[in-house]
């Protein structure tokens, strides 16, 4: 073999060599988009599982909460459920507040393993977010293109109030007690 059909030969193994990365790179994207899309899928019906029992809470509750509390936190729960300005943040941070608010003793049980699974929902779709970012920013995936007409997936930042709850349970979460 001469000199030049080494050369083809190496530059068509590193074109394949390229092509076979690219092609798994946008496997692995197409994975982590479906890995964003369920995540987001249980964080949402983990904020609306809070919020209707926050709704219920005020609804059951409404004589030990007293009228302010109970007026904030139907407001707090239906802005929530349907945030008006399409910011579901800001909605959701309201809603904890108000719910920090409510004396421990009134709380159901429910509504605190609700917001813990809150805390957990947002975390496992924070981290899809956060691998996701990761590929899109490595060179192939930039120089390529790949994913480059999807949108960058936003983190869901909120404060879950999940160290509080922590620190409540010894940092092993509602319902797990040592042995």
């Known amino acids: 073999m001469t000199s030049s059909a080494w050369v083809l030969v190496g530059v068509g193994a590193f074109a394949v060599f390229v092509l076979a990365w690219a092609v798994w790179t946008l496997t692995r994207l197409r994975r982590l988009a479906g890995r964003v899309a369920r ?3 249980v964080l949402l019906a983990a904020l609306a599982r809070r919020a209707e029992l926050a709704a219920a809470l005020a ?5 030990e909460l007293g009228p302010g509390l109970v007026t904030a936190l139907e407001r707090a729960a239906a802005d929530a459920r349907a945030p008006g300005g399409g910011d ?3 909605a959701e941070n309201v809603l904890g507040r108000v719910l920090r608010d409510v004396p421990a ?3 159901a049980d429910g509504l605190d393993d609700a917001g813990w699974r809150v805390g957990l929902a947002r975390r496992f779709y ?3 977010v956060r691998d996701t970012r990761a590929l899109r920013r490595r060179p192939v995936a930039r120089v390529l293109r790949l994913h480059a007409g999807r949108p960058q997936p936003r983190f869901f930042d909120i404060d879950d109030g999940l160290d ?3 620190a409540t349970a010894g940092g092993r979460g509602p319902g797990v007690h040592p042995a």
Do not use: I, K
């Open 126 to 128: 924070n981290d899809a």
């Open 59 to 63: 609804r059951e509750r409404h004589e």
């Open 88 to 90: 579901r943040e800001v």
């Open 39 to 41: 995540a987001w899928d």
């Open 164 to 166: 509080a709850v922590g």
């Open 105 to 107: 003793e009134l709380r």
